[in-house]
């Protein structure tokens, strides 16, 4: 995981936000069970590259005047029309301590099932670990090639993962993708 970091300057209260936003800064917070709130503003451009980089499982350390505090992005807003950031609020990481992550389920592979016109059905896009944030990946990938016909299912615990990196939070029964047979006319 390559170390990315995002200078970010701390914001007062009374700056006023349509300004910042003029100047082509947003408002964010980083915060964490284990720290202070920081309240800083950030480059639009210079984040909207860092996060295309990182994702939102890296860690990205933001570098705040005198600090350094590794961070990784937890919720964000976005302008309904521009899609510009409008607000971040970042997670301030603990090495010993695990964080709770919903991570993205990505299909590869091909499969019998959906070559013989059936249809593949994804019930579950992500999935729910506790983990170090070191640990973090940006997608759990998941083949396909195991759905052989129709009815043939994948389930969580059918998951090649890394149990001692990963606490899966899921019911290990929880369908994950399945081959439906397609009803015709």
């Given at each position: 995981?390559?170390k990315?970091?995002?200078?970010?300057?701390?914001?007062?209260?009374?700056?006023?936000?349509?300004?910042?936003?003029?100047?082509?800064?947003?408002?964010?917070?980083?915060?964490?069970?284990?720290a202070?709130?920081?309240?800083?503003?950030?480059?639009?451009?210079?984040?909207?590259?860092?996060?295309?980089?990182?994702?939102?499982?890296?860690?990205?350390?933001?570098?705040?005047?005198?600090?350094?505090?590794?961070?990784?992005?937890?919720?964000?807003?976005?302008?309904?029309?521009?899609w510009?950031?409008?607000?971040?609020?970042?997670?301030?990481?603990?090495?010993?301590?695990?964080?709770?992550?919903?991570?993205?389920?990505?299909?590869?592979?091909e499969?019998?099932?959906?070559?013989?016109?059936?249809?593949?059905?994804?019930?579950?896009?992500?999935?729910?670990v506790?983990?170090?944030?070191?640990?973090?990946?940006?997608?759990?990938?998941?083949?396909?090639?195991k759905?052989?016909?129709?009815?043939?299912?994948?389930?969580?615990?059918?998951?090649?993962?890394?149990?001692?990196?990963?606490?899966?939070?899921?019911?290990?029964?929880?369908?994950?993708?399945?081959?439906?047979?397609?009803?015709?006319?």
């Amino acid at each position: 995981m390559a170390k990315i970091t995002i200078k970010a300057e701390k914001r007062t209260a009374n700056e006023k936000l349509n300004l910042l936003r003029i100047d082509g800064l947003f408002p964010a917070v980083a915060y964490g069970k284990w720290a202070e709130p920081i309240v800083v503003k950030l480059s639009q451009s210079e984040f909207l590259k860092t996060y295309r980089k990182a994702g939102q499982y890296n860690i990205i350390t933001l570098d705040v005047e005198w600090e350094k505090v590794e961070t990784i992005v937890h919720d964000f807003q976005l302008h309904p029309v521009t899609w510009d950031f409008l607000h971040v609020d970042f997670m301030i990481i603990s090495k010993e301590n695990p964080v709770t992550a919903k991570i993205p389920l990505v299909k590869t592979g091909e499969s019998k099932a959906i070559k013989a016109w059936n249809m593949l059905h994804q019930q579950q896009k992500v999935l729910k670990v506790k983990c170090l944030a070191k640990d973090l990946v940006n997608e759990i990938k998941f083949d396909i090639a195991k759905l052989e016909e129709a009815g043939d299912n994948i389930a969580v615990r059918d998951l090649d993962i890394d149990t001692k990196k990963f606490k899966v939070l899921d019911n290990e029964f929880n369908v994950i993708a399945s081959a439906v047979k397609l009803r015709w006319g």
